[in-house]
């Protein structure tokens, strides 16, 4: 079972469209967050849930809109998708919001917008 | 703000040869230092960390030393394999109490390893 999950791993899309990203955890973690790689490889933090609480969330356009309808999911949707959302978006888990910094990520949603 | 820099790849080694990806970072106060990989197909996994200066953290044969005075966390290992190949990079959290953080974690741009047989 893998301990993170995201769907979908790759997308394809138009500007203007509007995608979401699913991501699930199975390993009983209160925490998750959405990190961004963007063209530079760089990976960046978005947003951070704690308990479906919003802990962190990193001056991103309000076009993104998380949603943690439990502690063991956090979606991503994105509205009205521009080129510069073209990345590579990580899940991860934290058992606490205070931790180690030992995140557990996903293996990565390529989105492309063309 | 914070900031990491990892050096450029990729880099490509024949098996059992000397690994060194050099990280330097610009941090307020005392972070906590990870390099974490990520293999083929998967997700990013921590390799080590080091939370306070002089502090070596050290796994699979892998290592790395934390330089307060060079702000540095080069990575290093002795004698690769090609199941070391992996992309691998540097990061640092801002550290709270008893080496604790948000998980609000910066990282580099990672670096490519490819180790031939």
């Known amino acids: 079972d893998t301990a993170v999950s995201q769907t979908p791993k790759y997308l394809v899309t138009q500007m203007g469209n509007d995608k979401s990203i699913k991501c699930e955890q199975n390993?009983?973690?209160?925490?998750m967050y959405w990190y961004k790689q963007d063209s530079k490889k760089f990976l960046k933090i978005m947003f951070s849930y704690n308990n479906k609480e919003l802990i962190i969330n990193e001056t991103v356009p309000n076009r993104f809109s998380p949603k943690s309808p439990d502690k063991a999911h956090l979606n991503l949707h994105i509205n009205s998708l521009e080129l510069g959302d073209s990345a590579v978006y990580f899940c991860?888990?934290?058992?606490?919001?205070?931790?180690?910094?030992?995140?557990?990520f996903g293996e990565g949603s390529r989105l492309t917008v063309l | 703000g914070n900031s990491v820099t990892q050096m450029e790849g990729p880099v490509t080694l024949s098996e059992e040869a000397f690994l060194t990806i050099n990280c330097t970072y610009t941090a307020t106060g005392y972070p906590s230092l990870f390099w974490y990989v990520q293999y083929p197909g998967e997700g990013l996994q921590l390799l080590l960390k080091?939370?306070?200066?002089?502090d070596k953290g050290s796994n699979k044969g892998f290592e790395a030393t934390y330089r307060k005075e060079t702000t540095s966390f080069h990575l290093e290992k002795g004698s690769v394999q090609v199941s070391d190949s992996a992309v691998y990079f540097c990061?640092?959290?801002?550290?709270?109490?008893?080496?604790?953080?948000?998980?609000?974690?910066?990282f580099g741009q990672g670096t490519i390893l490819t180790v031939h047989p």
């Open positions: 390993l009983g973690h209160d925490t």
């Open positions: 991860a888990s934290s058992p606490r919001v205070i931790n180690t910094g030992e995140l557990f």
């Open positions: 990061a640092l959290s801002d550290q709270y109490a008893g080496g604790t953080s948000y998980g609000k974690l910066t």
């Open positions: 080091a939370t306070k200066a002089d």
